[in-house]
């Protein structure tokens, strides 16, 4: 790999295949996907229901291992890595926000945010926790628990907790998949300014053109394979996009 390319790509995949299964029965999920995102840049991922997007997204974060291909993050090739090195990587270096926002209900909006550095026995950056709560906008709801805040607060709160390490690449799995329009408008435009603030890279899977044309770029899954790729993509555009891959 060039310097040029080890300075600039957060992540890239070189040919990752997956295939569940063996046999008649086995599944490719995905075929050959190679990508690479710069620093600093907003990817979301589309394509038909079945088409690999999930898978994607799990290999690209260290989650499940590709059949074959290899997966880099910044200049750590993930292929050689043990369980325990993968999920000290996943700990450390890549930050996740899920549908489900997945908060730990006992904890407050402080502890669930600082809960992946105090898992690490890390001591937080006070000055950096302390922007990433400006950011999502809980100064003052850092005392309270996830129950008594809203959906778009509560997916705030995971927003905060996937910035606070400062991973290499924060990974996104529809993010507004529960939230009202609105407030999903609102959580998308909360990533892109984090994206914009921090010079934070995201990859984000979606089924809505809505969040999607927030992102710098859409890539299309289809099948398993890459089709095609937008830039600067807009509602029309990407809703077009997937009407001609098939079924949503
Ligand atoms: N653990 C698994 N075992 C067997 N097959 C699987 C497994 N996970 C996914 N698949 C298959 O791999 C293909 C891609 O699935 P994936 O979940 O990545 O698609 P997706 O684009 O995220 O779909 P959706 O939009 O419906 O969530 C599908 O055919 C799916 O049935």
Redesign the pocket.
Known sequence: MSTIMTATAAISLSKVSKV??SGPGA?T?LDGVSLTLSRGSFTAVM?P???????FLHCAAGLDRPTSGSVRLGETDLSGMSENELTELRRTRVGFVFQAYNLVPSLTVRENIQLPVLLGAGAPDAAWFAHVVETVGLTDRLAHRPSELSGGQQQRVAIARALVTRPDVVFADEPTGALDTRTGAQVLRLLRSVVESTGQTVLMVT?DPAAASVADRVVF?ADGRLAGALEAPTVKVVAERMTRLGEW
């Open positions: 569940y299964g599944v999920a394509g229901s079945g088409s690999g997007k999930s898978t089924h899954l």
